[in-house]
């Protein structure tokens, strides 16, 4: 190379493979592989990034509650977008073992079935509720997704018409089979039921839905709360 030649530029690696995924065809469109537009999907999820590599495979399973979520997971991918397949999977237990991270990567394997899941965390959830706007009608949207992860219910207090509402949007989707995911640390069905609710729980789900729900859902539960935290177990495993 000469002094008046400038090196080339570094190929990002992210960069390159991208442009890979691309191809034209003899008119001159361009199409995305399935790789990347799954890959896009995952991407605008709205999952926290501590979960952007979370997957079933690398699920480190430490106790029997573990390896049960880890199977239903498989079990619900499977089934969840066949007609008389469960559309919904409920996974409850302890902070720490794994729901969330188990849920997600359940999530993520139906963005390779052209679909465009979303995560979304109670709390945030409940926000959403609050109110509607003239441009934002919460009940519609929600209910209109391809499929939800519905993080960490019944985590904060809910009044009552965020509740009614809630149960809209979950009715709305079992009308439709729309596959949806909920995590929670309370025991399903008691502490999810109105008739079950603990102090500082506020409205938690009316019979009706519960009824619903047991039909609809695979429920899978770990009732163990003396158990080691996952993320913990997690990080010692990849050592």
């Known amino acids: 190379m000469t002094a008046d ?17 691309i191809t034209e065809n003899e008119r001159g469109e361009k199409t995305a592989s399935a790789d990347l537009l799954a890959y896009v999907r995952r991407r605008d999820m709205g ?10 495979d690398d699920f480190i399973v430490g106790n029997t509650g573990q390896q049960k979520f880890k199977q239903g997971a498989i079990h619900w ?26 849920a997600i990567a359940a999530l993520k394997k139906l963005c390779r079935c052209s679909m465009s899941p979303q995560y979304i965390d109670y709390r945030r959830m409940l926000e959403d509720l609050r ?16 499929a939800i992860l519905i993080d960490e219910f019944g985590s904060v207090e809910a009044t009552r018409a965020q509740m009614e509402r809630f149960c ?3 009715a709305l989707r079992a009308n439709s089979y ?11 069905p008691i502490s999810w039921a109105g008739s079950g ?13 519960i009824s619903r729900i047991s039909g609809q859902y695979i429920i899978i539960q770990d009732l163990h709360r003396e158990i080691s935290d996952y993320r913990v177990t997690a990080q010692e495993g990849r050592k």
């Open 77 to 102: 991918v499977s089934q969840c977008l066949h007609p008389g397949g469960k559309h919904g999977l409920i996974l409850t237990g302890p902070t720490g073992i794994g729901k969330s991270h188990l």
């Open 178 to 188: 729309a596959p949806t995911i909920l995590t929670s640390n309370l025991d399903f």
């Open 197 to 209: 609710n603990q102090k500082g729980q506020g409205c938690l789900l009316d019979d009706r839905m």
């Open 131 to 146: 109110s509607y706007s003239w441009d934002f009608n919460p009940v519609d949207h929600w209910s209109s997704m391809d």
């Open 47 to 56: 999952t926290p990034r501590e979960f952007d590599h979370a997957t079933i």
């Open 168 to 170: 809209t949007i979950l």
């Open 5 to 21: 030649e400038e090196p080339e530029p570094e190929r990002d690696p992210f960069a390159s493979w991208v442009l890979s995924q």
